[in-house]
């Protein structure tokens, strides 16, 4: 009898930290912001890899329109390629950042991702101008609605 209350116990404990941590994992570590947004609160180390990848991401988007512009296909499927899944898979990201990060925002960024990819093969498959130009405006309307939704804070972020 005594094992089995022992038993239930332990198991309880179990479900609660494993929801404990997947209730984090959804909301992510997020404070009020100061102009209406959500606030991603991070270490400084943990801002800047974002940010860093942000960049990336842009840069890519400019190497896409530059492409696009020039007729340079190439140049596209290289661009939107350096921005795809692959690249993302290769960033070491900590589990604990992975953690603070809202799931919508983990959402639109992999879908970002996801979609340079698409982007790519569109571009090699001779895909014209104006549909690659609509596939890149989709992709940065995702961009837009992230940083409309989230503000990025260095502070004391528990986990």
Do not use: Y
Not at 26 to 44: E, F
Not at 64 to 80: E, P, R, T, Y
């Amino acid at each position: 009898m005594k094992s089995n209350k022992l038993a239930m116990i332990a198991i309880l404990l179990w479900v609660t930290t494993i929801a404990v941590f997947a209730w984090f994992f959804i909301r992510g570590n997020i404070a009020p912001g100061t102009d209406g947004r959500d606030a991603v609160v991070l270490r400084a180390d943990e801002r800047d890899l974002v940010l860093r990848e942000m960049r990336g991401l842009l840069t890519a988007t400019q190497g896409v329109m530059q492409g696009i512009v020039q007729g340079d296909m190439k140049q596209v499927a290289q661009s939107s390629r350096s921005a795809g899944m692959a690249v993302a898979a290769k960033v070491d990201v900590p589990l604990s950042l992975m953690a603070k990060l809202p799931l919508p925002f983990k959402t639109l960024g992999m879908s970002v991702h996801q979609n340079m990819d698409e982007i790519a093969k569109a571009a090699e498959s001779g895909k014209p101008a104006s549909e690659l130009l609509k596939m890149l405006s989709d992709t940065v309307s995702k961009c837009v609605a992230c940083h409309a939704g989230f503000q990025i804070k260095t502070g004391d972020a528990p986990g």
